[in-house]
C-alpha cells in the first residue's frame, strides 16, 4: 500500500515527481464540424462545447468530420472561458475546447483532472489575449502535474470518486424530499389535513380545489397595515459597501432564504445605518420573500436570528401571529403550485424574473382555520427535519471533498475526524 493511515493522519507514500503535459499526454484540438444540429439524429453524436460544464448538451454533430472525444479524457475550455475542467463525456469537441488524452500506463486520467481542476485558477491565469482569451499555445510544454507511482494515483483518484458519488446520492436524496414536500403541500392545500369537502377557487390564471371552509386571502390581506407590514428593500444603492462592517446589523440576502439558512453571508452594517433603514428592518417571526432571480421562495427568519434589514432583492411580510402562522404562509408561498402558477402569470418575463411589492400584494393564498394552520405547519415541519439532516450531510461531505482534494492530490499528508 502507498497510501496508509497512522493515527488520524493518512501518509502518502512513494516518490512524487512532477511531469510535463507534453511527455503524458496528448492534446486534441476541437474544429467545427460541417453538420451541428439541435435535434439528435442517426449518425450524429452530442457536440461537446462549454455549456456541457453546467450538464446540457444541446447540439448534435457529425463525428467524421469533427474530433472525437472520449470519457477517460480530461476536457478543458481552450478559447473563451479558460480555467474549466471537465470529464466523463463521448462525443465531438467544440471548437472551442480541447481534449488531453493521458498515457495510460504513466497517468490514471482520473488523478489528472482532479489535480487540474484544483488548479483551474491557475490555468485561467495563463490565458492570452484580448477580446478572447485562449490557452496559451505552450501550456502543454509549461504546465506541470505530480505523477506519483501509478498505484498511489488510482488509490487517490478512487477515494475521490467515492465522494463525489457520495455527493452525488445525497444531492438526489434532497431533491427527491423537496419533491416530497411539494407534492405533501399541494396535496394538503386540495382537501386539508380532515379531507373537507372542496370547492373550486381560482387563483391568477388557473382553477384549484381547495377546502371548501377555508377562506381566500391576498398576500396584502394578511399583512399588518401599512409598511410595518408588506415592505420591499432598499433601492439597489442605497447599502454602499463602504459602510458595511464586520458586526452589527445583519443584512439579509436570497442565500439566506432560499438555503433557509439564516448565518451564513457576514454583511452588517452599523448602529447609523440601521436607523436611517429602520423600515427595512427584520426580526424573527417575518416572513421574507425572493423577488428578484430565484423569486418566489420564501422563509421565516428563526427566533435565533440575529436583528438586520432586508437587501434590495427581498420583501418582507409581518403578520398578526395570533391569527396567521407565518409558517403556514411561508411554506405555501414557497412551494405551492398555486403560488407558482400566479407567479409567472404576473412576473416580468423579459430578462432578469422579477416580481415588484406591486405584485407580491396581488398574490392570492387558501387560509385555513388558525389551529389547522399550526398543525399543517408542523407537518411541514417533520419534512424540514429530514431535509435539514440531509443537508448537514451533503454539507460536510462537500466540505470534505474540498479540502482533502487539493491536499491529496498536491501529496500532502491529509488530517482526518477521529471521532
Not at 78 to 100: E, R, Y
Not at 254 to 276: A, G, H, K, L
Not at 295 to 320: F, K
Not at 342 to 367: A, D, E, F, M, Y
Request: hydrophobic residues 30%; proline residues 5%.
Amino acid at each position: 500500500m502507498k497510501i496508509q493511515e497512522i493515527g488520524n493522519r493518512v501518509e502518502l507514500e512513494g516518490e512524487w515527481t512532477k511531469t510535463r503535459l507534453n511527455n503524458i499526454a496528448t492534446k486534441i484540438k476541437g474544429t467545427k464540424p460541417e453538420e451541428v444540429t439541435e435535434e439528435p439524429a442517426d449518425g450524429l453524436e452530442p457536440y461537446i462545447t462549454a455549456e456541457a460544464f453546467e450538464g446540457e448538451i444541446n447540439s448534435y454533430a457529425d463525428p467524421e468530420s469533427g474530433k472525437r472525444c472520449y470519457e477517460s479524457d480530461v476536457l478543458l475550455v481552450w478559447d473563451g472561458s479558460v480555467g474549466k475542467v471537465l470529464k466523463g463525456f463521448n462525443g465531438i469537441l467544440g471548437s472551442t475546447m480541447a481534449a488531453l488524452r493521458f498515457d495510460e500506463d504513466k497517468v490514471d486520467p482520473r488523478f489528472a483532472y482532479y489535480y487540474l481542476y484544483e488548479h483551474r485558477e491557475q490555468i485561467a491565469a495563463l490565458s492570452e489575449g484580448t477580446t478572447i482569451l485562449h490557452v496559451p499555445k505552450d501550456f502543454m510544454e509549461i504546465f506541470e502535474i505530480p505523477t506519483p507511482p501509478l498505484d498511489v494515483q488510482t488509490q487517490i483518484a478512487d477515494f475521490l470518486d467515492l465522494l463525489n458519488n457520495i455527493s452525488s446520492q445525497t444531492s438526489n436524496i434532497k431533491e427527491e424530499t423537496r419533491q416530497l414536500k411539494r407534492g405533501a403541500i399541494n396535496k394538503v392545500l386540495r382537501r386539508g389535513l380532515e379531507n373537507h369537502q372542496a370547492k373550486e377557487v381560482r387563483f391568477g390564471p388557473v382553477q384549484r380545489t381547495i377546502p371548501k371552509k377555508w377562506e381566500v386571502k391576498s398576500l396584502e390581506e394578511v399583512t399588518l397595515e401599512g409598511k410595518n407590514g408588506l415592505r420591499g428593500g432598499p433601492p439597489g444603492g442605497k447599502i454602499k459597501k463602504e459602510v458595511r462592517t464586520d458586526s452589527g446589523y445583519k443584512i439579509y440576502v436570497q442565500e439566506n432564504i432560499i438555503n433557509r439558512d439564516f448565518d451564513i453571508r457576514e454583511d452588517y452594517i452599523p448602529e447609523s445605518e440601521y436607523q436611517d433603514l429602520g423600515s427595512v428592518s427584520t426580526h424573527p417571526g417575518d416572513i421574507l420573500v425572493t423577488t428578484e432571480g430565484s423569486i418566489g421562495r420564501a422563509a421565516v427568519l428563526p427566533d435565533d436570528a440575529e436583528d438586520g434589514i432586508i437587501n434590495n432583492h427581498l420583501a418582507r411580510l409581518r403578520v398578526d401571529q395570533s391569527e396567521y402562522s407565518p409558517n403556514y404562509i411561508a411554506e405555501v408561498i414557497d412551494a405551492s403550485d398555486l403560488v407558482k402558477s400566479q407567479i409567472t402569470s404576473l412576473s416580468n418575463n423579459s430578462g432578469r424574473p422579477g416580481i415588484n411589492l406591486k405584485i407580491v400584494k396581488q398574490i392570492k393564498i387558501p387560509i385555513p382555520s388558525y389551529s389547522e394552520q399550526v398543525e399543517i405547519s408542523n407537518l411541514f415541519d417533520s419534512i424540514d427535519s429530514k431535509m435539514e439532516k440531509e443537508w448537514m450531510f451533503s454539507d460536510e461531505i462537500d466540505s470534505l471533498k474540498k479540502g482533502v482534494r487539493g491536499q491529496l492530490v498536491e501529496g500532502n499528508p491529509v488530517f482526518t475526524n477521529d471521532k
